[in-house]
């Protein structure tokens, strides 16, 4: 496990997350497509936000359950709790400092936010299926 650091833009927010980046997900939700950002999920213990608390907004819309986080300054989207797992930190990957999607080896997932209720019935299916 290797140790991450991420920022939005402006350096307001930053933040650390310890994890295995070899699977990440992506989402075609009216949100995800729109903010472009590159998924990756982690337990609450390995995820370290180190500035910018009282900077972040959050941004909650449908049945307000996932709340995705943004710096107000730059208006970088960092990290969500995703409705998928929302105890976990949702990290967009685009804002690690130390990871790069055209070059690091990763496979992406697809979640398809667009038929959220049956994506997700299909991912719980297949987990507990595999267990």
Known sequence: MQTYHGSCHC?????EVDGDLSKLGD????????KGSVHYAVPKDRFRLLSGADTLKG????????????????????????RTAPDKFNVNVRCLNDF???TDDYELSHFDGQNWETAFKAR???AHSSS
Request: aromatic share 14%; with cysteine; proline share 5%.
């Open 27 to 34: 989402c075609n939700c009216s949100l995800c497509a729109k």
């Open 100 to 102: 790069d999607l055209q």
């Open 11 to 15: 350096g307001a927010v930053t933040f």
């Open 59 to 82: 941004y909650q819309f449908n049945k307000k359950i996932a709340t995705h986080f943004f710096c107000p300054n730059c208006g970088i989207h960092t990290y969500s709790h995703p």
């Open 124 to 126: 719980q299916h297949a």
